[in-house]
């Protein structure tokens, strides 16, 4: 298995918290002595992992994004694909919460949506496996985590998964910012996937099609539309909200 990359402070600490087991190596900028640093490098050394001190630039070539003078190589995260999915619906002991992305593209969406999802209590993420954003260091690094705690399902026709899932009893739930459905008065508890459109452009037409109903969120100002994580976030946590009560 090939190695990957999460940097950033919040990131890497995250990273110890959960899966100290996938870090492979620790590189800090030369120069660094800050509190929470030298807490992550005791941190790599407890859990016999080498820490390498380097110059600035080191870590400037090999990520791209604010590292803050930390990076750690990791074991790949794990993409699961569509023959786990059952597995991962047979080893749950309560009704499945699941969130489908189609077409979000943007890495920094993806790990968002990640880190909102965990949070929420997601039991998977669901992307097709084309035009969307992959599991690089920018997602895992806004993830924060979640990335090692949320199973992510790349699928290859998304269509046929969701009449999959359907056939399992799972509702579609899709959003659209045309529905005459508002999220607040619609039923959310069960066995559910929230399926969610990239910005702008929505579902594609054929997971639209797929889904069981469709649902928007009211808006008082004068935006039209949320960004994609953000709609997430509102639609995951109004779930949670329901499911709880």
Known sequence: MSDDLVFGLHAVQSLFEHS???VLELLIQKGRTDKRISGLVDEARSHGVTVRFVERSRL???VEGV??????RV??????????????????DEPPFLLILDGVTDPHNLGACLRTADAAGVHALI???????????TARKVACGAAENVPLVQVTNLSRTMEWLKDRGIWMMGTAGESASDIYKTDLKGSLALVMGAEGKGMRRLTRDKCDSLIFIPMAGSVSSLNVSVATGVCLFEAVRQRLG
């Open 20 to 22: 100290p087991e996938k």
């Open 60 to 62: 400037d070539s090999k």
């Open 127 to 137: 992307t097709p496996k084309d035009k969307s954003a992959s599991l690089n260091a």
């Open 67 to 72: 590292h803050q003078g930390i990076v750690a």
């Open 75 to 92: 074991a790949q995260a794990k993409v699961y694909r569509e023959g786990d999915l059952e597995d991962l619906l047979n080893n749950l």
